[in-house]
């Protein structure tokens, strides 16, 4: 059975999930260790004011939330997307907390799904070093695609490279094409990464000629194999 895996980014209001909102979900799907095309993204009005400090690292303005949904009323979609498979946060504590605050405000249980926390597993691959997600994108020489803000889809998808990369030093390749919505800091209409994720799964299991010709040159060097002796 494929494994799926969910990599989620919030963006929120303020620091604080006692007092603050969630203003921004992103969630892109892996099976098998393969990105798919299947993402959930929802921009979410929090009914309250976005912290300033907030709005330097997002850019997401309170004009920009006011005809948005509110949680209530993605909370049901939300949690038919993530089912009961396991979920890759980075710093994972505090994004659960958003959550689960925001779950329990619509009358919702907490999330029961299985968590990995990437920061967790990178303190451990650099100990004693910088582990948020620029460092690590340098780190792994993964491509860091933001430009001045960060955004929930766009750092979900940037955390699904690192995790490969942490887990199975397998190095994906994405496009990001710029999809139109409104600049945050103005009334602008500029660009926002979306995910477009070209190539079909398909595609990426077959194998080259000369692909296949490397595994038959490895099988055939190998002394007793065990499944000659299956009969």
């Known amino acids: 059975m494929e494994k799926r895996k969910l990599i989620l980014d919030t963006e929120t209001t303020g620091l ?6 969630v203003i921004e979900i992103g969630i892109v799907e892996l099976i098998d260790n393969v990105l798919t095309q299947n993402y959930f993204h929802e921009y979410i009005n929090p009914e309250m004011n976005i912290s300033l400090s907030a709005q330097k690292v997002h850019g997401i303005s309170n004009e920009f939330l006011i005809e948005k949904p509110t949680f209530n009323e993605i909370a049901k979609k939300f949690l038919d997307f993530i089912k009961d498979d396991i979920i890759i946060i980075h710093n994972a504590e505090f994004d659960t907390n958003f959550i689960n605050k925001e779950l329990q405000n619509c009358g919702f249980s907490n999330i029961k799904n ?19 997600l620029d460092s690590l994108c ?29 887990t199975t030093g397998k190095q994906e390749k994405f496009n990001l094409t710029d999809s139109k919505v409104v600049n945050f800091n103005s009334n602008i209409e500029t660009k926002n ?7 079909p799964r398909e595609k990426l299991m077959n194998l080259s000629d000369h692909e296949k010709k490397q595994h038959e040159n490895f099988i055939a060097e190998m002394t007793d194999p065990l499944w000659k002796k299956i009969k």
């Open 193 to 199: 990464l979306k995910v477009s994720l070209s190539v």
């Open 138 to 166: 340098r780190k792994l020489n993964v491509k860091n695609t933001r430009q001045n803000f960060h955004g929930a889809l766009l750092d979900a998808t940037l955390l699904s490279k690192v995790y490969l990369n942490l």
């Open 114 to 132: 299985s968590v990995i926390d990437t920061i967790k597993i990178a303190k451990k691959e650099f100990p004693g070093q910088t582990v948020n």
């Open 16 to 21: 604080n999930f006692s007092d603050d909102r």
